[in-house]
């Protein structure tokens, strides 16, 4: 059995267990504890508040919110609810008056609006949307039948008597399906522009709903909705789920910083001092959110250099707190490669290291579609050296870099245009003159992953190879040239654009991009043979 276009509607407070082929879904009504609107219609011989806000809740499309506004006055005009906090992969609403289809003809229907949406950590996202609805309904069975030829004959008296559908198929309306789950506590519809009813000028919306997550247990393969309190959770783990960010140790404790979310691109920051308890910093630094940039810690301070937010980034942030951070160079389109203002350009899925009191950018992928392999060095953040243009290793993106028997190393990594990637090792010990250690380890190209120091060895940990392979597998070195592999399959899942790093005497990986979805799981090793996992929000 097939469950795909099945959807299930439920009110908030009733759960269930379901086992099914493939369920994605399921619509609910959300619990409100205010409801308002920019203004109600104010019918003849109805009660004030009969087209009120409230009645775009109640699951009857037979009711609605009904705006006072005519004409051009209509576009701003909004309807909104705050929500106990909420749970929710999409937000939907039929654009009309839905008694019947002769009413939601003879009346506007909207056509273009704003939903926008506040999350339970105060950010505000928003998205217009568009449609062109001159029916509220698929079937009409029983109304018309077949003419002399064999033509069918819709009568569309009888159509017009029917009842607007609603819960069997919210894809007549208009809405707004997220990528991943968001928690919200705020819906806010505002009307951008309608289509003209046939006989009345007034624009109302029958009914708003939410349509939320059905997920699988690993285990027993079976269907689950989530908990009524999924998003009261003091840790706020929703947000910690992500990929492309980047981690660090400062100040005792692990950070994790920006990266792509559920919501998208992220800038918010994190912080924990075992690995279970994570704090929420900031919400929203001052850096624009963005991915594939790289954090590290340089003279007391951490530091975010470049990325990906939308474009191509050189910016660089300094923060002694995780909380405030500022500005110390902003990204630049246009820079100069040599003299007092020599710059790196913008770029992501570089790499940077502290090595010999500087800070090292080193390759990635910039504007143009260029892989560059272009050395940088500054000792303050604000100016920069390019040590060379050219480094011996070809240009590449989603490399790693690390600092190992006083030099730095080029570990894989290559070009994700062409799905060419690398296992060849390079070092320096002043980011001029490369040695090409080998040029194809014991392990797999691949690029996304990650390498650290530890217990006097290099590490390679994960990844991302030919033919769309995610990897677990785990190897080691302690000169650059010969590798062993300590794991072919460690305990966490597959994945890549993971973070790893060195705390309490202890390997640690941090979220990630598995197979199946972002990740937000925390694991530990003492060896980088066993595995612990010390959360699975």
Partial sequence: MNFKN????????????????????????????????????????KPNNYYGAHKAKDRMVETAWCSNAHGGDIKGENIEFEIKP???????????????????????????????????????????????????????????????????????????????????????????????????????????????????????????????????????KKYYIAEQDACSSPSKSLEVRRHSHQALVFNNKMWVIGGELDTGKSNNVWSSPDGNAWTQETAAAAFSPRLYHRAVVFKNKMWVIGGYDDYMNNGIWSSSNGKKWDVVKSSQEIVSTSGPLAYFSRRSGHQALVFNNKMWVIGGYADKRKYKNDIWSSSDGMRWTKEITSAGFSGRSRHQALVFNNKMWVIGGGNDDKHKYKNDIWSSSDGVSWTQETASAAFSARSQHQSIVFKDKMWVIGGYGDNNEYKNDIWTSTDGKNWTQETASAAFSPRRSHKSFVFNNKMWIVGGDPLSDKSNDVWSSPDGKTWTQEKDY
């Fill in 6 to 45: 099945i959807i299930i509607f439920l009110l908030l407070g009733y759960s269930a267990t379901l086992t099914a082929d493939s369920i994605d879904w399921y619509h609910v009504n959300f619990t409100s504890e205010k409801a308002t609107a920019s203004s109600v219609l104010q019918a003849k011989n």
């Fill in 86 to 220: 909420q749970l929710t992969n999409g937000v939907h609403f039929l654009p009309g008056f839905g008694k019947n289809v002769g009413l939601f003809r003879a009346n506007n229907r909207i056509s273009k609006a704003k939903i926008t949406v506040t999350t339970t950590d105060g950010k505000k996202l928003d998205k217009i949307v568009e449609g062109h609805n001159d029916m509220c309904l698929d079937y009409r069975e029983g109304c018309g039948g077949m003419d002399k030829e064999g033509n069918w004959q819709e009568d569309m008296g009888c159509v017009n008597k029917l009842k607007c559908e609603w819960e069997s198929n919210f894809y007549l309306g208009l809405g707004w399906q997220f990528p991943r789950s968001l928690c919200i506590t705020k819906v806010k519809v505002e009307i951008l522009d309608v289509i003209k009813g046939k006989k009345y000028d007034d624009t109302c919306i029958a009914e708003v709903s939410f349509t939320q997550p059905l997920f699988q247990s690993e285990q027993s």
